[in-house]
């Protein structure tokens, strides 16, 4: 009996002992990657990469079309790595928290300081940048700050998100505004649109009720309200000091410029909720109706808006964001970064500043599914153009214009989540309270500045 039992304790430490083993090396955590390299590093891009997508982003065949392509490029230049592409939900919490992630995911402009400083899930890629020779002077600058946090780069920007306008040629040219076959300008500034406004302007039958206006503006949209806050050198985003400064007299006056458009009828102002009296001065004006200029939110749904006009008959064209005395162009961008606890810094780091390369930005831009390159010598061609009937003599060089006026579009970029969604909520109240029954905005400005720096001054602190 006693030799029974010697004999299952023996077994039972030898399995102990195999089960310790393989906790000390099998399931040994993954080591996080900082991105530092030592001189004279020679990089290995060989071996596995899983790359997340968000399933949101890339929901079908046709929207995959594009990522594959820029899969299949960096397969042909680096044939020792083998990549698999997982479609993913919004929400990265769970991946990232098991670190189950990949070795590479998608993001956005705005998710840069959440993943590389809060949850310091990305790899910072400005040693590799080095080591792999990225000219990062090919690139506008203005997307090249977006892929940075605290002064370092996290993710590469793979598009260029210059936000537009489309607008209704034939109303311009009713309004006699442009000549038969003329167009807008790519350097309009806003002080042209003012001009154009009272023109543009058509009442109904009771003299009351407008049927259209100058413009759509998505207010409730970081990108429709943030250019204002630039427009006349609003320095409002410290984030040396961790300070925001939303009631200075150039901030204000940028938003004086919207409360002047609204007050007149200039624009329709989108997402914002009105009085009886506004609600019924834009009776017979929406969204997709009723606006000379109408906000493009993004390149790939110009389709969308371009359906919109062709199927009521109308000539239409793109102009970029009206220029302001200052720097206002809102810009944004899409792209990928490393996970930080990736097992594969070296090729994963390769993969995603391919994206920065010729060679990837024409693979991912070239076809259905694709946007607009980052890389200046890229934006007069025309092989990223959308080929539909009817886009013949579109002005795509809208999608690319004053690139030397881009500034962040989404809060996000500039300022930290909590303090970004403080002046997101803020505004859209802000415009809600003044369409509404008149309230201070400017009282609303000081009070969300308030707000944002006694949070501000407390956030991440141990």
């Given at each position: 009996?006693?030799?029974?039992?010697?004999?299952?304790?023996?077994?039972?430490?030898?399995?102990?002992?195999?089960l310790?083993?393989?906790a000390?090396?099998?399931?040994?955590?993954a080591?996080?990657?900082?991105?530092?390299l030592?001189?004279?590093?020679k990089?290995?891009?060989?071996?596995?990469?899983?790359v997340?997508?968000?399933?949101d982003v890339?929901?079908n065949?046709?929207?995959q079309?594009?990522?594959?392509?820029?899969?299949n490029?960096?397969?042909?230049?680096?044939?020792?790595?083998s990549?698999?592409?997982?479609?993913?939900?919004?929400?990265?919490?769970?991946?990232i928290s098991?670190?189950?992630i990949?070795?590479?995911?998608?993001l956005?402009?705005?998710?840069?300081?959440?993943y590389?400083?809060?949850?310091?899930?990305?790899?910072?890629?400005d040693?590799?940048?080095?080591?792999?020779?990225?000219d990062t002077s090919?690139?506008?600058?203005?997307?090249?700050?977006?892929?940075?946090?605290e002064g370092?780069?996290?993710?590469?920007?793979?598009?260029?998100?210059?936000?537009v306008f489309?607008?209704n040629v034939?109303?311009?040219?009713n309004?006699g505004i442009?000549?038969?076959?003329?167009?807008?300008?790519?350097?309009?500034?806003?002080?042209?649109?003012e001009s154009?406004a009272?023109?543009?302007?058509?009442?109904?039958?009771?003299g009351?009720?407008?049927t259209?206006?100058?413009?759509?503006l998505?207010?409730?949209w970081p990108?429709?309200?943030?250019?204002?806050i630039?427009?006349?050198?609003g320095?409002?985003?410290d984030?040396e000091?961790k300070?925001?400064?939303?009631?200075?007299?150039?901030?204000?006056?940028?938003?004086a410029?919207?409360?002047?458009?609204?007050?007149n009828r200039?624009?329709f102002?989108e997402g914002?909720?009105?009085?009886k009296e506004?609600?019924?001065?834009?009776?017979?004006?929406?969204?997709?109706?009723?606006?000379?200029?109408?906000y493009?939110?993004?390149?790939?749904?110009?389709?969308?808006?371009?359906?919109?006009?062709n199927?009521r008959?109308?000539?239409w064209?793109?102009?970029?964001f009206?220029?302001?005395p200052?720097?206002a162009?809102?810009?944004g961008?899409?792209?990928?970064?490393?996970?930080?606890?990736?097992?594969n810094?070296d090729?994963?780091?390769?993969?995603?500043l391919?994206l920065?390369?010729?060679?990837?930005?024409?693979?991912?831009?070239?076809q259905?599914?694709?946007?607009?390159?980052v890389?200046?010598?890229?934006?007069?061609?025309?092989?990223?153009?959308?080929?539909?009937?009817?886009?013949?003599?579109?002005?795509?060089g809208a999608?690319?214009?004053?690139?030397?006026?881009?500034?962040p579009?989404q809060?996000?970029?500039s300022?930290?989540?909590?303090?970004?969604e403080?002046?997101?909520?803020g505004?859209?109240s802000?415009?809600?309270?003044?369409?509404?029954?008149?309230?201070?905005w400017?009282?609303?400005l000081?009070?969300?500045?308030?707000?944002c720096?006694?949070?501000?001054?407390?956030?991440?602190?141990d």
């Open positions: 009996m006693k030799k029974t039992i010697s004999s299952v304790m023996r077994v039972a430490l030898v399995v102990l002992a195999t310790l083993l393989f000390f090396t099998g399931c040994k955590s080591e996080k990657q900082l991105g530092e030592p001189k004279d590093y990089p290995e891009v060989t071996g596995k990469l899983k997340a997508a968000r399933s890339y929901p065949a046709a929207t079309k594009s990522l594959n392509n820029w899969i490029y960096f397969r042909s230049q680096n044939p020792n790595v990549i698999e592409v997982n479609y993913v939900p919004t929400d990265y919490s769970a991946l098991s670190k189950s990949g070795d590479v995911f998608w956005s402009d705005a998710d840069v300081y959440k590389a400083v809060t949850s310091q899930a990305l790899m910072q890629l040693y590799y940048i080095e080591t792999y020779q990225i090919e690139l506008y600058g203005g997307i090249l700050s977006l892929c940075q946090a370092k780069y996290y993710f590469a920007g793979a598009t260029c998100g210059n936000v489309t607008y034939d109303a311009m040219v309004a442009l000549e038969p076959g003329e167009r807008v300008r790519d350097d309009w500034t806003w002080d042209d649109f154009y009272e023109r543009l302007k058509i009442y109904d039958e009771d009351i009720t407008l259209q206006v100058g413009m759509g998505a207010l409730n990108n429709g309200f943030s250019p204002f630039y427009a006349y050198g320095n409002w985003a984030k000091n300070k925001v400064t939303l009631s200075s007299d150039e901030v204000k006056q940028g938003i410029e919207v409360i002047q458009a609204i007050d200039w624009i102002p914002i909720n009105m009085g506004m609600l019924q001065s834009y009776g017979q004006v929406s969204t997709r109706n009723g606006c000379v200029f109408a493009n939110q993004a390149y790939t749904v110009l389709t969308q808006n371009a359906d919109n006009y199927t008959g109308i000539t064209d793109v102009a970029p009206p220029l302001f200052e720097k162009s809102p810009c961008t899409l792209g990928f970064g490393v996970f930080s606890y990736t097992k810094p090729a994963a780091a390769a993969l995603v391919s920065w390369s010729e060679g990837g930005q024409v693979a991912l831009h070239g259905e599914g694709g946007d607009v390159p890389l200046k010598k890229l934006g007069d061609q025309d092989f990223w153009h959308l080929t539909r009937e009817g886009y013949e003599d579109i002005n795509f999608f690319t214009a004053n690139y030397e006026k881009y500034v579009g809060v996000n970029a300022v930290p989540p909590e303090i970004a403080i002046i997101e909520k505004v859209t802000m415009f809600n309270a003044y369409c509404t029954n008149g309230a201070s400017t009282d609303k000081t009070e969300m500045e308030t707000q720096n006694e949070l501000w001054e407390t956030l991440y602190d």
